[in-house]
């Protein structure tokens, strides 16, 4: 990519001593290096170049600042530089000192490069352990996510994807699930949140993660937490139901308003089918879902849904609402050991009918595009002559 004499002159450029000029060149030059992927995997190597802009970031100049953390962030989003950027470049620490700081200004780029970093299995629990080592602790990154305002220059929305991937460990499950610090009490809220896709998917994704730890479903579904009305309410519509199917809904799912609008985003919508689903994994767990009847609110997602693969997940959770009940020792479907030539046979039909999807999908953009050209060849015809 760079001769090593041309990549030793531009590093020497990446110095808080440079001129401001000069730098604002060299790290411009890397931001637009990091627009390829050539580019990223080039520098995802350089240990060097990366430590120097992490200094930088301390620099004066918020152009420059800018430009570096931009390079952090295109640089996170590809795997091939997460090891060189956590464990060769010392990254972590620096980021999560000034994420505390209530009035820096980059906090936003921060949260996307700890959410980038956090994503991929092998470097979450790096990303975990500097959080709890670094004297700030999960219980403060809930604490700024969950206050309003904590940094006035910043969003910090992607601290949701952030809680969701950390999630993937039983450790972070462990402590958004433990009973005595209401942590899931409080992102509860934020399924509803309509000012931030990001945040609100990050809150969803956290939430199925949890639903994965059956051990706490009875917990989630009592009334100290009441999980299940918060993952409906997002999914339901307009549609008029009859008395009886009113009635037996969650009293927060009574009588909406002719409004209602379901959740727009469709991975949204699948994560909280999903996480329903994993609710059901408990013999008790599949008769609490049932008494507050959403089974009715999945059967009018699903004469809704446009979408084939949440149109899929609602079909899977239908089943297991209306199938009889497992045989004795089979009733946690978490637990039960599928023999080999079974489990090979269900993925070959998972994906078979994730091909149907993807071909249903293909189909559909098609007919939309040629009903697009087809609308723009209307409008661009000339007018005829009159008589």
Same mark, same amino acid.
């Given at each position: 990519?760079?001769?090593?004499?041309?990549?030793?002159?531009?590093?020497?450029?990446?110095?808080?001593?440079?001129?401001?000029?000069?730098?604002?060149?060299?790290?411009?030059?890397?931001?637009?290096?990091?627009?390829?992927?050539?580019?990223?995997?080039?520098?995802?190597?350089?240990?060097?170049? #990366?430590?120097? !802009?992490?200094? &930088?970031? /301390?620099? *004066?100049?918020?152009?420059?600042? =800018? +430009?570096?953390?931009? $390079?952090?962030?295109?640089?996170?989003?590809?795997?091939?530089?997460?090891?060189?950027?956590?464990?060769?470049?010392?990254?972590?620490?620096?980021?999560?000192?000034?994420?505390?700081?209530?009035?820096?200004?980059?906090?936003?780029?921060?949260?996307?490069?700890?959410?980038?970093?956090?994503?991929?299995?092998?470097?979450?629990?790096?990303?975990?352990?500097?959080?709890?080592?670094?004297?700030?602790?999960?219980?403060?990154?809930?604490?700024?996510?969950?206050?309003?305002?904590?940094?006035?220059?910043?969003?910090?929305?992607?601290?949701?994807?952030? #809680?969701?991937? !950390?999630?993937? &460990?039983? /450790?972070? *499950?462990?402590?958004?699930?433990? =009973? +005595?610090?209401?942590? $899931?009490?409080?992102?509860?809220?934020?399924?509803?949140?309509?000012?931030?896709?990001?945040?609100?998917?990050?809150?969803?994704?956290?939430?199925?993660?949890?639903?994965?730890?059956?051990?706490?479903?009875?917990?989630?579904?009592?009334?100290?937490?009441?999980?299940?009305?918060?993952?409906?309410?997002?999914?339901?519509?307009?549609?008029?139901?009859?008395?009886?199917?009113?009635?037996?809904?969650?009293?927060?799912?009574?009588?909406?308003?002719?409004?209602?609008?379901?959740?727009?985003?469709?991975?949204?919508?699948?994560?909280?089918?999903?996480?329903?689903?994993? !609710?059901?994994?408990?013999?008790?767990? *599949?008769?609490?879902?049932?008494?507050?009847?959403?089974?009715? $609110?999945?059967?009018?997602?699903?004469?809704?849904?446009?979408?084939?693969?949440?149109?899929?997940?609602?079909?899977?959770?239908?089943?297991?609402?209306?199938?009889?009940?497992?045989?004795?020792?089979?009733?946690?479907?978490?637990?039960?050991?599928?023999?080999?030539?079974?489990?090979?046979?269900?993925?070959?039909?998972?994906?078979?009918?994730?091909?149907?999807?993807?071909?249903?999908?293909?189909?559909?953009?098609?007919?939309?595009?040629?009903?697009?050209?087809?609308?723009?060849?209307?409008?661009?015809?000339?007018?005829?002559?009159?008589?």
């Amino acid at each position: 990519m760079l001769a090593e004499d041309q990549a030793r002159e531009l590093l020497s450029f990446l110095s808080l001593d440079t001129r401001a000029d000069v730098k604002g060149q060299a790290t411009g030059y890397l931001l637009g290096l990091t627009g390829s992927k050539d580019g990223c995997e080039y520098l995802g190597q350089r240990v060097d170049f #990366l430590r120097a !802009l992490l200094r &930088l970031t /301390e620099d *004066r100049s918020p152009a420059v600042v =800018k +430009d570096c953390y931009f $390079v952090l962030v295109n640089l996170s989003a590809e795997e091939s530089a997460h090891d060189a950027l956590v464990k060769g470049a010392g990254l972590l620490p620096v980021l999560l000192k000034n994420l505390l700081d209530p009035g820096y200004q980059f906090s936003d780029q921060i949260c996307s490069i700890l959410s980038n970093l956090s994503r991929r299995e092998a470097t979450c629990p790096a990303v975990l352990r500097a959080i709890q080592t670094e004297e700030i602790g999960l219980a403060r990154i809930v604490e700024i996510f969950c206050t309003e305002g904590y940094n006035r220059k910043a969003s910090l929305h992607y601290l949701g994807p952030l #809680l969701s991937n !950390l999630t993937q &460990l039983p /450790e972070a *499950r462990h402590f958004v699930l433990d =009973k +005595d610090r209401c942590v $899931v009490q409080r992102l509860l809220p934020y399924t509803q949140f309509q000012d931030s896709t990001v945040r609100r998917g990050g809150v969803v994704g956290t939430l199925r993660n949890c639903c994965f730890d059956y051990s706490y479903h009875s917990w989630l579904l009592s009334d100290q937490v009441d999980l299940l009305p918060f993952l409906l309410l997002p999914l339901a519509g307009p549609e008029e139901l009859s008395e009886d199917e009113m009635e037996g809904l969650p009293v927060d799912l009574q009588y909406l308003p002719e409004d209602k609008q379901r959740e727009k985003d469709p991975d949204i919508r699948k994560m909280l089918i999903e996480a329903i689903n994993l !609710l059901t994994a408990t013999k008790s767990g *599949r008769e609490q879902v049932r008494e507050r009847n959403a089974y009715v $609110v999945v059967r009018e997602l699903h004469k809704w849904e446009p979408e084939p693969d949440v149109q899929a997940a609602c079909e899977k959770l239908v089943q297991v609402l209306i199938s009889d009940e497992p045989e004795e020792g089979m009733e946690n479907l978490l637990e039960v050991e599928v023999p080999e030539e079974i489990d090979e046979k269900l993925r070959q039909q998972d994906e078979e009918e994730q091909r149907l999807i993807e071909k249903e999908r293909e189909e559909l953009l098609k007919k939309e595009e040629e009903k697009e050209n087809g609308e723009r060849a209307r409008e661009e015809r000339p007018a005829g002559l009159g008589r």
